[in-house]
């Protein structure tokens, strides 16, 4: 006779054991942000940080693969920029760009998609249908706890800038991020559609 509750830490630690399916998904979703690079970065303010769509796949890796495959992947995607490979906006890569301002925002990345991805998998998990406003919410709440800050916080020391400065500049992000974050969260929904194990975090089977 099967003793259900001594088989269910291992039922719970198979569940948790990542497979090629994470690991593919893990890599298929960083070279999508490397991909989205290829539109072109369009400079704005003094320091010529640049907009560019790399907002928008942190925020659609997020929702899509959860607080921790989600983190990363956007890692995988920033430390294969930081070695060398030209996947950064203008197609740049390498550790020179820790010392420009964007550094403060490619470092909140990974952060950001943590906070997301995490907040969009509470929600999926307590909610039958999650709708694109909540995943709306947990897009932003990645730009306005995380990536926001720190991008200020990098624009401010590498750009020898006030740090008020620094706030205001941000600000010329923002549209582009609520509507890149509204597009990210309407991505989602069809990709939960298309695929309900994903919605359900069920990636290993």
Not at 35 to 48: E, S
Request: hydrophobic residues 60%.
């Amino acid at each position: 006779m099967t003793n259900s509750y001594l088989d269910a830490p291992r039922l719970s630690a198979r569940r948790s054991r990542w497979g090629a399916r994470d690991l593919g998904l893990i890599s298929v979703f960083a070279a999508l942000m490397a991909a989205l690079t290829l539109v072109p970065a369009i400079p704005v303010g003094p320091l010529g940080v640049p907009i560019t769509l790399q907002t928008l796949a942190v925020s659609l890796v997020a929702l899509c693969l959860g607080g921790l495959r989600g983190t990363v992947s956007v890692l995988l995607y920033v430390v294969v920029g930081l070695a060398g490979v030209p996947v950064f906006a203008k197609f740049t890569g390498g550790l020179g760009v820790l010392a420009g301002p964007t550094a403060g925002y490619l470092l909140a990345f990974p952060l950001a998609a943590l906070v997301a991805g995490s907040l969009a998998t509470f929600i999926l998990r307590r909610k039958r249908t999650a709708g694109m406003p909540w995943l709306f919410a947990a897009a932003m709440a990645g730009s306005i706890l995380v990536t926001h800050p720190l991008g200020i916080l990098g624009m401010s020391i590498n750009g020898q800038i006030p740090w008020a400065q620094a706030v205001v500049v941000d600000l010329a992000y923002w549209p582009g991020d609520i509507i890149k974050n509204i597009i990210a969260a309407l991505v989602a929904v069809m990709v939960f559609k298309a695929f309900p194990r994903m919605a359900r975090r069920e990636f290993d089977a």
